[in-house]
C-alpha cells in the first residue's frame, strides 16, 4: 500500500537559517509526490510535486524538495528561512489506482523564530 | 483558495442531527474530493467523485454520504451514524483524476458538536 511518513511533528528553526522538512515514502512503482502547506484555519496550497525527472524540483515561496530513490525520501528545504514560513506542512503521495486521490502524511508543524 | 467555495466556515451539530457541508467550484474541474482533518493525523479521504453522477467511498466513508448531480457541487452530509464528527473538513478538486495533477483546496469548514 502507499503511504508516506513525516518523522517529525515539530521543525523549529530561526529565521534565516536553512529548514528541512523530512517525508519518507512508500509505493509501488513510480512514486508521484507532493508538498503542501497550511496556514491556521485555512485550506492547502500546492507547493512542488515530483513526477519525473531532475530529482531537484523548485517550488513556490521559494521552497524546494530533493527526490532521492535510494532514500525512499522527499525532503521539503528552503536555504533561508522567514518567519512568515511558519505553517503546517503536508507531504503526500499518489494513490496507486489512479482515481487521482492524495495519501497525506500526519503533517509537520514549522516553526521559524525571528 | 483557488475557485472553491466551502460553506459555512463553522457549523454546529446537535445529537441525532444530520447536516451538510457545502462545496462549490467554478474551476471546471472533472474530479472532487472531501477529506477529514483531525490534528496529528494528516488528512484522511472520506469520498471522491470522478465525474458527474459517480462517487466512490474513501478510507473513511461510514457515516457521511455525498452527491454529485452538477458538476460544479459536491455536497457533504454528515448523519447522525458518524459518532465522533468534531474535525476540520477539507473540499477539493483537480482537473481530472491523473497521477500528476494537482488538488485545489478549499478554506474548509469545522463542524463541532454541541
Known amino acids: 500500500a502507499q503511504s508516506v511518513a513525516q518523522p517529525e511533528d515539530q521543525v523549529n528553526v530561526a529565521e534565516g537559517n536553512p529548514l528541512t522538512v523530512k517525508c519518507t515514502y512508500s509505493v509501488s512503482g513510480n512514486p508521484y509526490l507532493f508538498w503542501y502547506v497550511q496556514y491556521p484555519n485555512r485550506g492547502l496550497q500546492f507547493l512542488l510535486k515530483y513526477i519525473t525527472g531532475d530529482n531537484l524540483v523548485k517550488g513556490s515561496y521559494g521552497f524546494e524538495a530533493e527526490f532521492n530513490k535510494s532514500q525512499t525520501s522527499f525532503h521539503l528545504k528552503k536555504p533561508s528561512a522567514l518567519v512568515s514560513d511558519s505553517a503546517l506542512y503536508f507531504c503526500a503521495v499518489r494513490d496507486a489506482s489512479n482515481t487521482g486521490k492524495l495519501i497525506f502524511g500526519q503533517g509537520t508543524t514549522l516553526q521559524v523564530k525571528p | 483558495d483557488g475557485g472553491i467555495t466551502q460553506s459555512p466556515k463553522y457549523l454546529f451539530r446537535k445529537e441525532g442531527q444530520n447536516v451538510t457541508l457545502s462545496c462549490e467550484q467554478n474551476?471546471?474541474?472533472?474530479?472532487m474530493y472531501w477529506y477529514r482533518q483531525d490534528p496529528g493525523q494528516g488528512l484522511r479521504l472520506i469520498y471522491y467523485s470522478q465525474i458527474v453522477n459517480d462517487f466512490q467511498k474513501g478510507d473513511i466513508a461510514e457515516g457521511y454520504s455525498v452527491s454529485r448531480e452538477k458538476k460544479e457541487s459536491f455536497p457533504l452530509t454528515v448523519t447522525s451514524a458518524q459518532k465522533n464528527p468534531t474535525a476540520f473538513y477539507l473540499c477539493?478538486?483537480?482537473?481530472?483524476?491523473?497521477?500528476?495533477?494537482?488538488?485545489?483546496f478549499g478554506s474548509g469548514t469545522q463542524l463541532s458538536v454541541l
Open positions: 477539493a478538486s483537480s482537473i481530472h483524476k491523473g497521477a500528476n495533477e494537482k488538488l485545489f
Open positions: 474551476l471546471n474541474h472533472d474530479a
